[in-house]
């Protein structure tokens, strides 16, 4: 329920239609699950109820779901044209060298080619050196404990995500 202290952001999110607020849910997160999960959940009082809530659909995610939300982040260092959200975590490789750049594109392909999706870490306030050094120590990790890190990583990601979408003004 809307109160008083809730944070103009949370209100009007709390406030948007279905297909709205599901619209803004995916844009935060590709997994449909995920985004009814929480579009089903609402209204929260407080954005600890709403991350609350994003960790426990994160947590539930099938393999299918898991699937369907790294589908929708591109590979560290190449954000999609018109992904602001992408480009801005990401900023870390903005100012990378050519050298770093063209490592980082081996690597992800190389990480791909090994378990079958992007490689997926929560870059907001990382370095380019910082995402590669990720990549390099888990690209050798058993597919059954990369997919638990990756699960962590998205709900950091979505996290990061949410708090953009329900803490700023209108």
């Not at 995610?61 to 929708?72: C, I, K, M, P, T």
């Not at 190389?110 to 370095?127: E, I, K, N, P, S």
Request: proline share 6%.
């Amino acid at each position: 329920m809307t109160s008083t202290s809730t944070p103009p952001g949370l209100a009007r999110f709390n406030g948007l239609g279905e297909s709205a607020a599901l619209a803004a849910l995916h844009a935060a997160c590709a997994s449909t699950a995920w985004a009814k999960h929480l579009l089903t959940a609402r209204p929260y009082a407080t954005p600890a109820d709403l991350y609350a809530a994003s960790d426990a659909a994160t947590a539930g995610l099938s393999a299918a779901d898991l699937a369907e939300a790294l589908a929708g982040h591109p590979p560290i260092g190449r954000p999609r044209p018109g992904d602001p959200a992408s480009a801005r975590e990401q900023g870390g490789m903005a100012g990378a060298s050519a050298d770093l750049k063209a490592e980082m594109l081996g690597l992800n392909l190389a990480y791909q080619d090994r378990f079958g999706h992007v490689f997926l870490v929560c870059a907001t306030g990382r370095t380019g050196e910082q995402m590669r050094d990720a990549l390099r120590e888990r690209i050798g990790n058993p597919p059954e404990r990369e997919r638990e890190i990756i699960r962590t990583e998205l709900g950091r990601i979505n996290r990061i995500r949410l708090a953009r979408l329900v803490e700023e003004d209108a």
